[in-house]
């Protein structure tokens, strides 16, 4: 009981000095309550099914900015590691009746080889070069897929997987606590050493290696990490959607991972997954709020484009970024990020300027 | 069979060759990867679609028109959205990517998802070799050609052509010898979209006009590119070539070859790659300064 009570005062004076201090750590606690307590809100088949896709799709756009933000690897191809994992789950769920949670891995797996097979030919590659050429891979993947539909299902693709789990709820769960934990693991990866190579990699790779870093290496593992939780998340949108078509091979997922990477803030993990959180349900509510004007013709691609280019032309940055530039400054002396207000550093004490 | 091969690689591969002509300066140029380049493609042959069918005016003229209003918008969508964030290279590139889906979403809202078509400017056809050609094909031709050759001769004979290959090279050198170098970027942006302009217009008779007809283009150009060297023209040319031909081969020879076309023309960029990882006639490019 004891023992409780300590871990209970401690985590409080963690709660106090670490995390109420800042308005982005406050804002990061806010957003896992409010994840985790939306079912207790709503039950609604719809609302869950849009935040399931919304987890889903967090866990694919952080991966690309680990891979691409964080290493610098621009990847236009990142679909490919998506639609990969989820005809790997698909595959075996149908002909070996392998359940989800042995499927899921299986196909992230695929997504590991798969991101092996694609990072040998990319590793000579360079900026644009590398760029373009990831665009290829998916693109290849699925003129394949459309010429043998004996085994890929062809335009159709391949449907009637086992249910994620019974219930809506129980996938909210599952999907929602998957986001959270491996959006936790990928921004410690980005925090730890490894990181920091991969950190190095982007700034100046002939540096890191002259620093005696074996550079091709750490880049392998970042197509592999990347590939792992890309593969993740495609495999949960098999078993979900029950479906694994070719729509999960296309330029436009590619495109859209971007687009959410960019706009949330790329180079931090939780910039892509703010950016999915808001994009997705917005361009929902733009739904139903379209619909309710049936004589307009169908605009919400436009809205969502243009919205996306007035952001990028006045916060270039990214959102998440440009909102925490305002609401936090860095302090002089010993670089801890205070609050906007302060007029001394929490820590050093040194005067804000 | 090989006539029709040889005729449809080489239409293809010139109007690859346009679209990476221009793309590939813009790269080289301005550092933009301008993903909306083929959306611009498809504008102008909306814009013809829409002096032709709708305004009644003569195939020529609308032509001409929808080449200039392109380059117009082309030159306002760079003023306004593209070079204020000119340092931020993810933001430039998702912009571009914004309007491309915003261009191909507004025609979607105007027209709809229909296949248009536009009619051809000259009718009939000449039989080589026992196979019917149509005249359209080979005036597409010939003008596809012809726009090609003033290309490289305004590049490499003029002053301005000058100035674009400079700046290409080494913008902050250019900068230093007293080249505006942001106006340079202005001329090449028009050049660029005057290019996709005239490859559309010379394209439209001869294909459908749907919303998503820049998808297809916008791969093969990409490819193009990588396959040729950033930055290169001649190998934009070369491996606009390369490809277009590989695509026609593709379709009329093999089985279920149409859904192929991408795969196999993406498989021979990647196999050059991997044996040349700067491209057919790049030259490395030297890190940005």
Redesign the interface.
Known sequence: MRIVVAYTRRMLKILRSEVLVLPSRVAVLVFVIAILALPLVTQDYYILRIMILTSIFAILAASWDLLSGFTGQMNFGHALFFGVSAYVTALLNLNLGFPPYFSIPLGAMGAVLTGLIVGIPCLRLKGSYLALTTLAFPIILMGIVFAIPGITGGELGLSGLTKLTGSRVNDYYVTSILMLVLGGIMWKITDSNTGIILHAIREDEVAARAAGINTTRYKLLAFCLSGFFAGIAGGLYAHFMRLAGPSTLEIGLSFQVIIWSVFGGMVSIYGPIAGVYILNPFMEVLRVILDNFPSLPEMRMFIFAALVLLTLRFMPEGLIPWLRDKVETECPRCKVRNVAFRRSCRICNAAMT | MIVDILIDGLIKGSVYALLAIGFSLV?GVARI?N?AHTALYMTSAYLIYVGTKMMGLPTIVSMVAAVFLTILLGLLIYN??IR??Q??E??????T???A??L???F???FGGHYLGVNPLVRGYLTVLGVRVTNQHLLALGLAIIVLISTRFFLMKTRTGLAIRATAQDREVANLMGMNVNGVAMITMAVSVGLASIAGAIVVPLVTVEPTMW?HPL?MM??I??LGG?GSLEGSFVGAYILGFSESLVVFMVP?GS??????A??I??LV??IR???LFGVS?EEER
């Open positions: 790269l990867v993903i306004y959205f204020p964030i340092e931020h993810a933001a430039m590139l998702i912009s990517i914004a309007v889906m915003m191909q979403e507004v979607l809202m105007i998808m791969v990409l490819a590119v990588v950033l279920m859904f192929l076309k991408d795969s196999v993406l498989s960029m990647i790659l991997l990882p700067e491209g490019f």
